[in-house]
């Protein structure tokens, strides 16, 4: 079975460019979380995703990002204009309807903004 | 207090030794439990649940301590592989938002 898909695996832009980054999730699975990960500051939750719609969008820094899931087996993380602070890597993970907790993680996009 | 915390190491022990980490939580509600590794440079990934009962899957024990609230995972006769960050999860308790705490790193040396 296919896992969850991330694309693309790097990016390097500059800062004020535009960045999307795309994931899909497993088949099936009905949640979906977007984290971001650093050194200084560990796995943050993004967003959250239940059957498509934006449940939780607290963790999300400002309104540089923005987050889509136009169906259940796509979403988008975009940030716009990019800072060099943005660097990270990002990560996304679906969960089964059995329970949200048990989630499944894409090889993550390492993106840096220079 | 933070939601999870975990001691982040690195725990540095030879093969062949078992090794345990602890992971308290604050929302004495909690209700799923989760231990994760790491591998540098990739993916968190889905390690074993934790149960009151506790879990077994081969050298690895999975316990939960509602009490006190904590989780915990043994690890016996450690290998080289096994290094690695290994991060706890806590979900539930009124809440759907998993979190996680930052890991603790283990590093197994021959």
């Known amino acids: 079975d296919a896992g969850v898909i991330q694309s693309p695996r790097h990016e390097v832009t500059e800062m004020g460019q535009e960045v999307t980054l795309r994931c899909k999730p497993i088949?099936?699975?009905?949640?979906l979380f977007w984290y971001r990960q650093t050194m200084m500051r560990g796995l943050e939750l993004l967003i959250y995703?239940?059957?498509?719609?934006?449940?939780?969008d607290s963790g999300m820094p400002e309104d540089r990002f923005s987050a889509k899931m136009p169906n259940a087996s796509f979403s988008t993380l975009k940030i716009q204009p990019s800072e060099p602070r943005d660097s990270a890597v990002y990560f996304c993970?679906?969960?089964?309807?059995?329970?949200?907790?048990?989630?499944?993680f894409g090889p993550g996009t390492r993106l840096t903004v220079t | 207090r933070k939601e999870v915390e975990q001691d982040p190491g690195p725990f540095n022990v030879p093969e062949g030794a078992t090794v345990a980490f602890n992971c308290t939580y604050s929302?004495?509600?909690?209700?799923?439990f989760f231990w994760y590794r790491q591998d540098c440079r990739k993916e968190p990934k889905l390690l074993m649940s934790?149960?009151?009962s506790g879990n077994e899957d081969g050298r690895f024990t999975a316990q939960l301590n509602r009490a006190s609230q904590y989780i915990s995972l043994l690890i016996r006769d450690s290998k080289l592989s096994d290094s690695a960050t290994y991060l706890c999860?806590?979900?539930?308790?009124?809440?759907?938002?998993?979190?996680f705490g930052r890991g603790t790193s283990l590093i197994v040396h021959p």
């Open positions: 993970a679906s969960a089964p309807p059995r329970g949200f907790v048990e989630q499944y």
């Open positions: 088949s099936g699975h009905n949640s």
């Open positions: 995703f239940n059957n498509n719609v934006p449940i939780d």
């Open positions: 929302n004495s509600a909690s209700q799923s």
């Open positions: 934790v149960y009151s």
């Open positions: 999860v806590v979900g539930g308790g009124g809440s759907y938002i998993p979190t």
